[in-house]
Each structure stands twice: as C-alpha cells, then as structure tokens.
C-alpha cells in the first residue's frame, strides 16, 4: 500500500527500524537515509553482517540476530534478495516491510501481506518521512508534490 494515509500511519507508528542493507559508507543512499531518520527520532537498526556498527549503533548479520522487537524492515537490497528477508520479517514479527526506491518484488509482497504486514514498495522512507511531516527544504526532492516548475 503506497497511498499518503497508509504511509502516514506507517511513519508514525513505527519507531525502530531495522534497515537491511544498510552501508557504512556516507555517500551511500541507504546511509543518508537512514541517518535522517535517525535524527528524526528513530530508532536505527543496521543489518550487515560487514560491519560491526554503523551510525553509532550495532549492526547484525541478520534479521533473526536481533534480539529485540523491530516495528519496520527497510530494505536496501536487489528485489531478488527480497523473499528471504520477507520471510525473516515474518518470522521475528515485524509490522511493516519497506521496499526502497527501484525495489519491487511481488512475490515478497504477498508472503508479507499474507502475514498481516503493510508492505511499501518502490518508496524511499526519508523522502516519504519528509514529504508528509515537512522535512523538504530548499534543498528539495523531486516528489512531483512541490515543484517551483509552473503548468503548462
């Protein structure tokens, strides 16, 4: 579900995220995006098993490593990659699985959806986050919400 109520409710609720393939590296969007949300309040829990931390938090190899409830799974991963990381998402209870921008895998969608999670698809959660609780700046994101170009 991609509609503004939907991801509303899910950017409210949820307060730790566990972002599957979250890079160490600053320039990497996963990174950017995460440590937005993190100043925004959330809880970020990194899942690589190539790094030992990022973002000042622990990182684990896995989804199933956690050893405390996780409210969303934001996944930074090929779309190949994705049923196994909706099946573990299942699997620890999660509430919400977030597919980012240019990831889309409709067989993760239903086993997801089958167990009662909201699924996001093809979204970024730190553009969403700023799109709907005002974070855009003059720096901008290209959303198609705000745009300085006039109609046609």
Not at 86 to 112: F, M, S, T, Y
Not at 122 to 134: H, M, P, Q, S, T
Request: net charge positive; hydrophobic share 45%; glycine share 6%.
């Amino acid at each position: 579900m991609n509609d503004i109520a939907t991801l509303r409710r899910v950017l409210r609720d949820c307060h730790t995220i566990a972002v599957v393939g979250l890079s160490a590296e600053w320039h990497r969007p996963s990174y950017f995006a995460a440590k937005y949300m993190q100043a925004h309040g959330y809880k970020i829990v990194p899942v690589n098993p190539k790094y030992p931390e990022i973002l000042g938090e622990k990182s684990y190899p896995d989804l199933a490593s956690i050893p405390f409830p996780v409210d969303m799974i934001d996944v930074f991963r090929k779309p190949q990659d994705c049923v196994p990381i909706a099946q573990q998402a299942v699997a620890i209870g999660a509430k919400v699985l977030w597919l980012q921008i240019g990831v889309i895998n409709e067989e993760a969608r239903a086993l997801a959806e089958q167990a009662d999670l909201t699924v996001v698809m093809d979204r970024c959660v730190k553009i969403e986050y700023a799109r709907l609780f005002g974070g855009l700046n003059w720096m901008g994101v290209n959303t198609g919400v705000i745009s300085a170009r006039r109609p046609v």
